[in-house]
């Protein structure tokens, strides 16, 4: 005997997910309000280059990796509650090892489909095993559920600590290189209240970023060239990444986790549409 399935507890797990990543937006918002990072200007006797080094005065507290793993838990806690609704629904029972299937690689996916609906999901109604099949979530497929699954395990062991930080780009005012040209017609010169802000993403973003590492440099030829103006006052930015050892080591922490709270949100949306449901509660 089957029912329709009530997706509300999967629902309510990825609202608390999205109210995680919420929370951190805010704290890491906050923190980069205190400056925490600023950049001092160096004159290098040696070459005469103009060297940007970063000053380091806090890092992220500890107790943000709480929200993290709550973040990463409820996420992946969701698909799981899925499917244990969805065999719920079949009037079949869930087992122990119930749950949402991710695999180490497309063999092991492959040969998880042989035989018919992986133990994981065996009971589930054909339609939705023919979408966890088309989702691929193995490692290779699609990432973003073999990322979440790790990040899930590790937090199991040891916490997620969110204490690194990255170099993340800086920004010049080309605008300020025609300074050097005060003889330009009017239609071609460009007041200085005008700025043309270009972004500039280093090839090293120096993760972990230690106290006095230099960040950008101007050489000495560059500094009094006809460029040299708009090298006067970069703006630097950073960011809060994952700490050392994880899947995602580096990656910058707000932005992984709302794409993962999006993709994880997606995904569920597309099974209330197979029980004649609306996508979203």
């Excluded at 079949?90 to 299937?101: A, D, L, M, Y």
């Excluded at 043309?196 to 090293?204: K, Q, T």
């Excluded at 060239?225 to 703006?235: T, Y």
Aim: hydrophobic share 40%.
């Amino acid at each position: 005997m089957s029912r329709p399935p009530d997706f509300s507890g999967v629902w309510i797990k990825v609202e608390r997910a999205k109210e995680h990543v919420g929370n951190l937006e805010t704290l890491i918002q906050g923190f980069f309000q205190c400056e925490p990072y600023k950049v001092i200007p160096y004159d290098e006797p040696d070459t005469g280059d103009l060297v940007y080094k970063v000053k380091v005065s806090a890092q992220p507290p500890l107790w943000w990796s709480a929200i993290v793993g709550d973040a990463i838990h409820n996420l992946r806690s969701s698909l799981d509650l899925l499917v244990c609704e969805l065999v719920r629904a079949e009037g079949k029972e869930v087992k122990s090892n119930t749950g949402f299937p991710v695999f180490k690689n497309a063999t092991a996916f492959t040969n998880a489909f042989k035989a018919g609906p992986p133990g994981q999901i065996k009971g589930a109604p054909q339609a939705a095993v023919d979408l966890i099949k088309r989702a691929e979530p193995y490692k290779g497929g699609e990432d973003a559920f073999w990322r979440l699954h790790q990040l899930d395990i590790v937090d199991k062991h040891k916490l997620l600590v969110p204490v690194g930080m990255a170099y993340a780009s800086v920004i010049l005012d080309f605008a300020r290189a025609f300074d050097n040209f005060p003889d330009l017609p009017p239609e071609l010169a460009i007041p200085p209240e005008v700025s043309m802000p270009i972004g500039l993403r280093p090839a090293d973003r120096q993760f972990p970023l230690k106290d006095g590492a230099p960040l950008f440099r101007v050489p000495a030829d560059g500094r009094t060239g006809v460029m040299g103006p708009m090298h006067q006052n970069p703006k630097f930015s950073f960011e809060v990444a994952f700490g050392e050892g994880e899947v995602v080591k580096g990656e910058p922490l707000l932005e992984t986790l709302s794409q993962l709270t999006q993709f994880i949100e997606g995904f569920v949306q597309l099974f209330p549409p197979l029980f004649g449901q609306k996508s979203t509660p």
